[in-house]
């Protein structure tokens, strides 16, 4: 708890090289992907945002945060992650992500598309702020196996049931995951959701776990 304290500090102070040494420390250490990003980006990013929610930092210090938190997952990628996989063979399928229309926070679903990169997935990251109908057109021309959508703000989170519907309808086979804060919203938020084609990920070992179960020919 201790390091992810500190580290909020880094990502406060803007301090990339900073930043990139406790993550490069993480690695050296041999944390994994998943354990650098669920044990220290994301909750140094949640602290983050309850300071600016309870008025303790500006919006200028949240985004001299973000901005530092989004250089260092970037640096992660090229450095760390892509050579690990670059004589690999993506075999698992193909990953398609996204956030909801007016939903602008895509850290989280950019940490979750680098993880499926690792695991052996061909992955597309269409970012923040996404159309339903724009989903619709890639994944119609692209054919994902599996769709992942997030939205991190209570009011973008209500446009998730009908981004599910849409997708519902128009794919049969393709697999959803559902993430981000909007979850802690009302459960019948969700509650016309296929549980058979739609997985709900609140923490990141729920991840892990439909990972395990997926590349293993599960679910």
């Not at 500190?6 to 250490?29: C, S």
Request: glycine share 6%; net charge negative; with cysteine.
């Amino acid at each position: 708890m201790e390091t992810v304290t500190d580290f909020t500090h880094v990502l406060l102070d803007g301090d990339q090289d900073k930043a990139w040494e406790y993550v490069i420390n993480e690695v050296n250490n041999g944390a994994s992907t998943e354990e650098i990003f669920y044990q220290l980006l994301t909750p140094a990013m949640v602290k983050i945002g309850q300071k600016w929610q309870e008025n303790e930092i500006s919006v200028a210090d949240e985004h001299l945060a973000t901005t530092t938190c989004d250089f260092t997952l970037a640096r992660y990628k090229h450095e760390i992650l892509l050579p690990r996989i670059s004589n690999r063979e993506q075999d698992q399928g193909k990953a398609l992500f996204f956030c909801v229309e007016k939903e602008e926070h895509d850290l989280g679903i950019r940490m979750i598309a680098q993880i499926f990169e690792e695991k052996g997935f061909d992955v597309r990251m269409m970012g923040a702020n996404l159309p339903v109908e724009f989903v619709l057109t890639m994944a119609v021309n692209w054919e994902p196996d599996v769709i992942g959508m997030s939205a991190s703000m209570l009011k973008q989170g209500e446009r998730v049931p009908s981004y599910i519907q849409r997708l519902m309808e128009r794919f049969e086979n393709i697999e959803l995951l559902i993430g981000g804060r909007f979850l802690s919203l009302p459960d019948q938020l969700l509650d016309k959701a296929d549980d058979s084609k739609v997985t709900i990920i609140q923490e990141g070992s729920e991840l892990t776990d439909w990972l395990d179960d997926r590349t293993k020919g599960g679910k």
